[in-house]
């Protein structure tokens, strides 16, 4: 099993979950952070059942962090 980072981010509405690393748009959302992280994990699944293992990313995607 592959493994990936993801990103959950607190909005004031809920949370919001997404993968580094898998071409496309792979998003999960939920009330808490576990039914984000949940709702990605399924929807990761689905995506490389559906798009095969041409939906990982040779390169890792280079990331910049910036405080304004």
Do not use: W
């Not at 990103?7 to 039914?35: F, Q, R, S």
């Amino acid at each position: 099993m592959k493994h990936f980072k993801i990103i959950v981010e607190k909005h004031t509405d809920g949370y919001v979950a997404y993968p580094l690393g898998i071409k496309g748009v792979v998003v999960g959302e939920g009330d808490t952070y576990e039914e984000a992280l949940s709702n990605v994990t399924s929807a990761i699944q689905f995506h490389i059942e559906s798009f095969g293992k041409e939906v990982f990313e040779i390169d890792p995607p280079i990331l910049e962090a910036f405080i304004a």
